[in-house]
């Protein structure tokens, strides 16, 4: 049974820090093989791509968010992160994990970041 499991959400100010954590397990293929993402969801509005990293490292970031947040990954330890700097307001979300090589998608429960003004 594959899990994908955030961590490392909380309660911050406006212009602190946060860093996520995604921890998988029980995955179909190797987990370098498979590109991670992480995306967010604020209240009423759809969700989001906020970062992507491939297999072999590239990243991807969203416009909101680039030279905020910094993506990457842990082949050894099957983990991505997401440290996310000066952060703001509307960064506010649900911020979940996904992963996906062809046609396995899979999405983790989410993890809850408040940013205070």
């Known amino acids: 049974q594959v899990q994908l499991v955030e961590s490392g959400g909380g309660l911050v100010q406006a212009g602190g820090s946060l860093r996520l954590s995604c921890a998988a397990s029980?995955?179909?293929?190797?987990?370098?093989?498979?590109?991670m993402c992480w995306y967010r969801q604020a209240p009423g509005k759809q969700r989001d791509l906020v970062a992507r990293i491939s297999s072999s490292g590239r990243t991807n970031y969203a416009d909101s968010v680039k030279g905020r947040f910094t993506i990457s990954r842990d082949d050894g330890k099957n983990t991505i992160y997401l440290q996310m700097n000066n952060l703001k307001p509307e960064d506010t979300a649900v911020y979940y994990c996904h992963a996906g090589y062809a046609m396995y998608n899979y999405w983790g429960q989410g993890t809850q970041v408040t940013v205070s003004s």
């Open positions: 029980g995955m179909t293929f190797s987990f370098n093989i498979y590109s």
